[in-house]
């Protein structure tokens, strides 16, 4: 079936390192990718995404390339932040069904002065 | 932000009580959700709408029910509360199928 793996957390980060978030899925067809972003006591916000193989989605620093031959979107950025400190959740769309809007589990992420 | 309101933000409640958590929008989006939230399991979809009227099950749907009789408005009912319902509840609303969701703040329900 369609589904998300993301990477295991919690990742524990110091200011200014990289970051990637390995994202990987499995769906029929041509999904819709996302990346949102979860703060403490907050809903899922929007990060970025991508509608199509080697689209690269950006946004605040954060980029997700579409790769359709290894089925993968991970999460970079190249200076985390304090202020990046969330939980991050992958996630694929397919277009030709209502439910079909699959979300990984998510991974925390903490970054420390 | 989207315009998304949900109502309660919080509520504690005894099990077999009935429960209805509200969500409303206006951004006059055609498809709305409702998410359960719990450790280890991420999100789950409970029950969806794409339109008024016009609602379907999620994954796990069982012990609740959903009603949407405004466009603005997507209603969550648990007609008998259980322990195991205790969640963190999300709206989410949507233009259109493959399209980015905006999600509420969340109802934090506590079933004693």
């Known amino acids: 079936g369609d589904s998300v793996t993301q990477m295991e957390g919690p990742v524990t980060l110091s200011e200014e390192a990289f970051l990637t978030i390995n994202c990987t899925y499995t769906a029929t067809g041509y999904p819709s990718l996302f990346w949102y972003v979860q703060y403490p006591g907050e809903g899922l916000q929007l990060l970025l995404k991508?509608?199509?193989?080697?689209d690269k989605g950006s946004n605040k620093g954060f980029e997700a390339t579409y790769r359709k031959e290894t089925t993968s979107f991970h999460l970079e950025k190249g200076s985390v932040q304090v202020s990046d400190s969330a939980v991050y959740f992958c996630a694929l769309s397919l277009k030709t069904s209502y439910d079909k809007v699959i979300f990984g589990p998510g991974t925390s992420l903490s970054v420390i002065p | 932000d989207a315009g998304i309101t949900q109502s309660p933000r919080h509520k504690v409640t005894e099990t077999g009580t009935p429960v209805t958590l509200r969500c409303h929008q206006t951004e006059n989006h055609r498809y709305m959700y409702w998410y359960r939230q719990d450790p280890g399991h991420g999100l789950r979809l409970i029950h969806y709408s794409y339109g008024v009227k016009d609602t379907d099950k999620g994954e796990v749907s069982d012990g609740y029910s959903v009603s949407r009789s405004k466009t603005e408005d997507f209603l969550l009912t648990l007609e008998s509360a259980t322990s195991s319902q205790t969640s963190v509840y999300f709206c989410a609303i949507s233009t259109e199928i493959n399209q980015p969701q905006h999600f509420g703040d969340g109802t934090r329900l506590s079933i004693l």
């Open positions: 991508a509608t199509k193989a080697d």
